[in-house]
Nanobody, 121 residues
């Protein structure tokens, strides 16, 4: 069974930090790029951060650059989103996402169930 299980969400004050974790199982984690998406109420789901399968390259949404860091540990099948200097506009459900293309170009992708982040005083 493929699973992506997020943890670490919660309620924090503006300026605070949270560390989100995603534990993967049921697929070859090291073959997959990993991403964090978020969706705020009434908004479209948006890409927050992405990391290549070997961890050699990362991308971030402009809104989180300098504040969030994505990392992965392929030996532990985990991906992390370290969120610092949190703002109320970071409030959203955060989702872990895995994707890869096979030799024929077929997409293999999986979504986690999401974890809630609320930034409020």
């Amino acid at each position: 069974q493929v699973q992506l299980v997020e943890s670490g969400g919660g309620l924090v004050q503006p300026g605070g930090s949270l560390r989100l974790s995603c534990a993967a199982s049921g697929f070859t984690f090291s073959h997959y790029a990993m991403s964090w998406y978020r969706q705020a109420p009434g908004k479209e789901r948006e890409l927050v951060a992405a990391i290549t399968s070997a961890g050699g390259s990362t991308n971030y949404a402009d809104s989180v650059k300098g504040r969030f860091t994505i990392s992965r540990d392929n030996a532990k099948n985990t991906v992390i989103l370290q969120m610092n200097s949190l703002k109320p506009e970071d409030t959203a459900v955060y989702y872990c996402y895995a994707d890869a293309r096979d030799a024929w170009g077929r997409l293999h992708d999986y979504w986690g169930q999401g974890t809630q982040v609320i930034v409020s005083s």
